[in-house]
C-alpha cells in the first residue's frame, strides 16, 4: 500500500480499533503480518503489556510469565534509539538472555523483526514492532516504508484515545513582558529600570508568574512559557 493512500484511509477516521486496522492491512501487504503497538515511558498506558496488537496470546502470556519484559533487547532499543531497527540489532553480542528472547520470539511466529520507536514530548515514548508469521520478508525495503506509515498511526491513534492536553496558563501582557526579559538574562531591577516599574513589582510578578506556571525559578518559568508557546525567542 502507497503511503498516501494509508494516511488517506485513517485521516477521518474516529474509531481507533478502524485506525489499527487500516495499519494492519498495510503492513500485512509489505509481508508483516504481526504487530505490537506498545507504551514504554510516560505515557498514559505505559503500566498495560500494549495498547493494540496482533502478537499470539500464548506469545504474551509467556512474555510476560519469564519475565522477558525488563529484559527485552528490542524494548530497551527502542528507549534508547529514535530509529528503526532489526530485532537481531538490538541483540547484545554474546547476551544468552538477549538470544534466547529473541529464538523464542521467533518460534511463535515472530520472525524478520521490525522495532519503530517513537519519541514524543516529556520524554514519552512509543514503539511499534512489526513481526511475520511466514519470514522471509525484504526487511530493507519495508522498514523505511513501515516507519513512515508508523509515525501517521501514532498520530492519528492517539489523537482518538488520549485526552486533549490542557490549554496553557493565562499571563497578563505585563507577565508576558517580564518574562521575555527575563529569557535574555536580566535581573528583576534591569527589569524594573526598562519598564519603568518597581523592583519589587517585578519580583510580585515573577511569584505570579511562577504559580501559574506550577514552578519555583526564572528558568522554570522561561522553558515552560516557551514549551507552552507563551513567549518566543
Request: hydrophobic fraction near 40%.
Amino acid at each position: 500500500m502507497r503511503l498516501d493512500k494509508f494516511i488517506a484511509g485513517i485521516v477521518d477516521e474516529e474509531n481507533p480499533e478502524e485506525i489499527f486496522k487500516h495499519l494492519q492491512e498495510a503492513a500485512a501487504q509489505h509481508g508483516y503480518d504481526q504487530i505490537m503497538y506498545r507504551a514504554l515511558r510516560n505515557h498514559p498506558d505505559t503500566q498495560l503489556p500494549c495498547v493494540a496488537r496482533t502478537y499470539p496470546d500464548e506469545w504474551i502470556h509467556h512474555y510476560v510469565e519469564a519475565g522477558y519484559v525488563d529484559a527485552d533487547p528490542v524494548r530497551l532499543h527502542m528507549l534508547a534509539t529514535n530509529r528503526p531497527f532489526r530485532w537481531t540489532d538490538a541483540a547484545e553480542p554474546g547476551n544468552r538472555l538477549h538470544n534466547r528472547i529473541l529464538h523464542e520470539a521467533e518460534d511463535a511466529g515472530l520472525r524478520d523483526g521490525i522495532g519503530i520507536p517513537i519519541h514524543g514530548p516529556n520524554n514519552q515514548c512509543v514503539g511499534i514492532g512489526f513481526a511475520s508469521t511466514l519470514g522471509k520478508v525484504d526487511v530493507k525495503v519495508a522498514m523505511p516504508v513501515l516507519h513512515l506509515m508508523a509515525i501517521q498511526f501514532h498520530t492519528a491513534y492517539s489523537a482518538r484515545t488520549l485526552p486533549p492536553p490542557p490549554p496553557p496558563p493565562r499571563l497578563t501582557p505585563r507577565e508576558c513582558e517580564i518574562l521575555r526579559w527575563c529569557a535574555v538574562g536580566k535581573s528583576a531591577w534591569a527589569i524594573g529600570e526598562i519598564l519603568n516599574i518597581a523592583e519589587n513589582s517585578v519580583e510580585w510578578h515573577l511569584k505570579n508568574i511562577f504559580r501559574k506556571l506550577e514552578v519555583t525559578s526564572r528558568i522554570g518559568a522561561v522553558l515552560k512559557a516557551l514549551q507552552f508557546g507563551i513567549i518566543t525567542l
